[in-house]
């Protein structure tokens, strides 16, 4: 306990070499589970306000039960701080959120009250754990009101249950739906002629490629610790080929497009049913943007072909292409089916297929350029995939890549978020 007292108190001494000590000491976490829960408590008490992201990455080491002992001592160290506060106790509980919310689900009525993380995107997100009771107390709370609070609205559609999500229509779709179509856009679903529909699959997969692959450099202390979702774990849903370039060209610059997930098995839990089979790409030189994505018609046989069609007749010499590999797609443990590209520090393997996405600063589903309905997610690739060469990709600045999928219309369109 000592010990960990006077590592976590060398963060205010030691500054920059502290995260590389700090990613040593998470090794020796790994390797001797029984001093992990001691070390996050102690962690916590000595950094108090400071937010400090290696330590919310190091709670992915800890067990649910550990985590669950965690979020109490949390809860107890933000009695005694601000309404609204922010720092490690508060860090606790946005991790716990992410990863277990069940753990907070006997806090929440008392985190109503304290409302840790309020001024931050992730303050609503411990309504993940809301369980039946906690939302009947929610309405109970709402109706109390003249008219129910819009907070109230985040913390039903949060809690993403079919009974949190009918009580936050009866409350707010009267008064005003289009702002309850963009709160549920947060939770990965749209109101649509008065149903609320899901733009997003339950299935969640992650898309895992070996470290030689990626260029791992072991000698950088960075890399020492390896996040659970790095991981090749099991037998994979599918195998897929992945980077290269099609025979397709841009319809905008006329490069050849890029090759991502050739997909089969996974595809109807996903929601894709109208192709036994598709081959998704994008354009690395357009990459597309929320507002203009680029999109592409699939052919029976899964084929992409760019929308509109290619009208540059002179072929391009350009050359930027992602190395050829062959890619796991590996179903995703419960922990890890929520993740976040803030708090996951660049530690966290964010190629993912399915489930919500990880944006950035958006929730941007895009329309079909076909039916003009709003197209699911299906998924996302982060930055650092290495190119042909020496170089790696990286998706405007540090972003991400999303891709989403009409399935009447056999229509896919791919964006890119900058952070
Ligand atoms: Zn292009
Ligand atoms: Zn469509």
């Not at 998706?395 to 978020?417: I, K, N, R």
């Amino acid at each position: 306990m000592k010990d960990g007292l006077k590592f976590w108190n060398g963060y205010r001494a030691d500054g920059l070499d502290f995260v590389r000590s700090h990613v040593e000491e998470l090794t020796r976490l790994a390797l001797r589970p029984e001093t992990r829960l001691p070390f996050a408590v102690e962690g916590m008490r000595a950094l108090g306000p400071i937010t400090l992201p290696f330590y919310g990455e190091s709670l992915s080491l800890l067990a649910p039960r550990e985590l669950e002992v965690l979020a109490g001592e949390a809860v107890t160290l933000l009695r005694r701080t601000e309404r609204g506060s922010r720092g490690a106790a508060a860090a606790v509980i946005a991790h716990a959120s992410l990863q277990v919310p069940s753990v907070l689900t006997p806090h929440l009525p008392e985190l109503f009250q304290l409302l840790p993380n309020e001024a931050a995107y992730y303050g609503e997100w411990p309504w993940r754990g809301a369980d039946s009771s906690e939302v009947a107390r929610l309405g109970t709370v709402a109706r109390k009101a003249e008219e129910p609070p819009w907070h109230l609205c985040g913390f039903l559609v949060g809690a993403r249950s079919d009974e949190a999500l009918a009580l936050a229509q009866r409350l707010f779709a009267p008064i005003d739906s289009p702002r309850l179509d963009r709160v549920l856009r947060q939770v990965g679903r749209e109101l649509v002629d008065h149903r609320i529909r899901p733009l997003t699959s339950e299935a969640v997969f992650h898309v895992v490629f070996d470290d030689d692959y990626l260029r791992v450099d072991y000698s950088d202390p960075e890399h020492v610790w390896t996040h659970p979702t790095l991981l090749a774990e099991g037998l994979p849903a599918e195998r897929s080929p992945f980077g290269g370039v099609l025979a397709e060209r841009c319809g905008r610059c006329a490069t050849p497009l890029a090759r991502l997930l050739e997909l089969s098995a996974i595809l109807p839990e996903l929601g894709v049913h109208s192709r036994s089979q598709v081959q998704f790409a994008t354009c690395l030189w357009c990459q597309g943007s929320a507002e203009a994505p680029l999109y592409f018609s699939h052919d029976e046989s899964g084929t992409p072909a760019s929308l509109p069609e290619v009208r540059v007749s002179q072929p391009s010499t350009r050359h930027l292409r992602l190395n050829e590999t062959v890619a796991r797609v590996q179903r995703t443990r419960q922990r890890w089916r929520f993740q976040d590209w803030g708090l996951s520090t660049h530690r966290q393997n964010l190629h993912r297929v399915g489930g919500e996405p990880t944006f950035i600063g958006q929730y941007v589903y895009p329309r079909c350029p076909r039916c003009s309905g709003r197209m699911p997610f299906l998924l996302q690739f982060d930055s650092w995939l290495p190119l042909e060469g020496d170089a790696f990709l990286h998706w405007g600045g540090e972003g991400l890549a999303y891709l989403f999928w009409c399935d009447p219309c056999a229509t896919s369109a791919t964006f890119v978020e900058s952070p």
